[in-house]
């Protein structure tokens, strides 16, 4: 007898993350150094504070989490000077997509977003019953024209990820704002903007502080990029009240630890920025030292501003799997809608240099 499980999910494609370094040592047999510039990581830890905040709290893991994250809601809303009841927290920014899902979608309704882009998007909607709808990129970006072109009276959503995952390019501020003044009342935009704290560029948009304003829409963040939580699954959403309480009747009790809360509050200490801010510098050195190596070996990376930089190399998981073999894991784009790329997130300096050595001996 066959099992009941719903039939939106026969559509779905489950998320395939970076393989571990554990795990590609075992299944290799690789006793070497292994390195990962796979997952958009950053190659930091926890800022100091942050690292001490979890020692304080480690002691009581025997209690469950403040299941509102009462204190880093508030500390997050007065950042983005919106009220706390704006503000939803989650176990990653994935967790918050999830919520936003449940919360919006009926089957039937459509989600417009550029392709190649981050899976979850796609994932999210099927499962709930809805129609996806694909606009293309314009080079490494969201292409915004192409994007509202597609928006029909079934649309319910909107994603603009800025800069795109995994091809790294960035939508100024003043083209978001005319797309997000040409969308219907009834389309909520969703900016996903995990990689924020990576961008200087004077021209990118900060989209929550247009909520504070009282746009409607949705800004993502998250601390597991250049606050380096990504073990810790922590990350939020800047939206307005009546989604944040639609959010709140779909997510779990207990979705974020008191460890991941803790850190993320210490990380938002105005003592932090500074740190923040170097980081910010040494990625953008390494960005450019692989972005250099890659073009000094005939390759054509896209521009991008985050930490990962996105090349065509033709096949890109057997490139990928070459690489892996040994002993750098680098991501292979096919599952983000791309087969003939592999992204590369930057690590550190010697971890770039790792890559860019073992990627010369492979291409001969």
């Known amino acids: 007898?066959?099992?009941?499980?719903?039939?939106?999910?026969?559509?779905?494609?489950?998320?395939?993350p970076g393989r571990p370094i554990e795990v590609v040592k075992r299944e290799l047999g690789i006793?070497?150094?292994?390195?990962?510039?796979?997952?958009?990581?950053?190659p930091f830890p926890p800022v100091p504070a942050a690292l001490?905040?979890?020692?304080?709290?480690?002691?009581?893991?025997?209690?469950y989490p403040d299941g509102s994250c009462h204190e880093l809601r508030h500390a997050l809303a007065a950042r983005h000077g919106v009220g706390p009841d704006q503000i939803v927290v989650g176990n990653g920014a994935d967790a918050v997509l999830d919520y936003l899902a449940q919360a919006l979608y009926e089957p039937g309704d459509e989600v417009a977003y550029c392709w190649p882009s981050f899976p979850v998007y796609p994932i999210n909607a099927t499962k709930m019953g809805a129609v996806c709808v694909a606009a293309p990129l314009a080079g490494?970006?969201?292409?915004?024209?192409?994007?509202a072109a597609v928006i029909t009276p079934e649309t319910?959503?909107?994603?603009?990820?800025?800069?795109?995952?995994?091809?790294?390019?960035?939508?100024?501020?003043?083209?978001?704002?005319?797309?997000?003044?040409?969308?219907?009342?009834?389309?909520?935009?969703?900016?996903?903007?995990?990689?924020?704290?990576?961008?200087?560029?004077?021209?990118?948009?900060?989209?929550?502080?247009?909520?504070?304003e009282g746009r409607r829409l949705v800004a993502i963040r998250t601390f597991s990029k250049i606050y380096g939580m990504a073990g810790l699954r922590v990350g939020y959403g800047v939206m307005p009240a009546d989604v944040a309480v639609a959010?709140?009747?779909?997510?779990?009790?207990?979705?974020?630890?008191?460890?991941?809360?803790?850190?993320?509050?210490?990380?938002?200490?105005?003592?932090?920025?500074?740190?923040?801010?170097?980081?910010?510098?040494?990625?953008?050195?390494?960005?450019?030292?692989?972005?250099?190596?890659?073009?000094?070996?005939?390759?054509?990376?896209w521009p991008a501003v985050a930490n990962f930089v996105f090349v065509p190399v033709g096949d890109g998981l057997g490139l990928a799997q070459a690489l892996e073999r040994r002993g750098v894991i680098v991501r292979a784009t096919a599952g983000f809608g791309d087969p003939t790329a592999i992204r590369i997130t930057v690590g550190t300096p010697e971890e770039n240099a790792r890559f860019l050595s073992t990627l010369a001996e492979i291409r001969g």
């Open 31 to 42: 006793e070497g150094e292994v390195i990962k510039l796979a997952s958009n990581e950053g």
């Open 1 to 16: 007898m066959p099992a009941p499980f719903r039939s939106a999910l026969d559509a779905v494609q489950p998320y395939v």
């Open 52 to 63: 001490e905040a979890i020692a304080r709290a480690a002691s009581e893991s025997n209690r």
């Open 156 to 212: 319910k959503a909107v994603y603009v990820t800025n800069p795109n995952n995994p091809t790294g390019g960035m939508v100024t501020r003043d083209a978001l704002l005319r797309f997000l003044d040409g969308l219907p009342a009834t389309v909520l935009p969703v900016i996903d903007e995990a990689y924020f704290e990576f961008i200087d560029d004077p021209d990118y948009p900060d989209s929550s502080a247009w909520v504070s």
């Open 247 to 301: 959010c709140g009747k779909v997510k779990g009790a207990f979705d974020v630890s008191q460890l991941a809360q803790v850190a993320a509050l210490a990380s938002l200490d105005p003592s932090v920025a500074p740190e923040i801010a170097r980081r910010r510098a040494v990625v953008a050195l390494g960005r450019a030292q692989l972005v250099n190596g890659l073009r000094a070996q005939g390759l054509g990376p």
């Open 140 to 147: 490494s970006s969201y292409d915004l024209e192409a994007l």
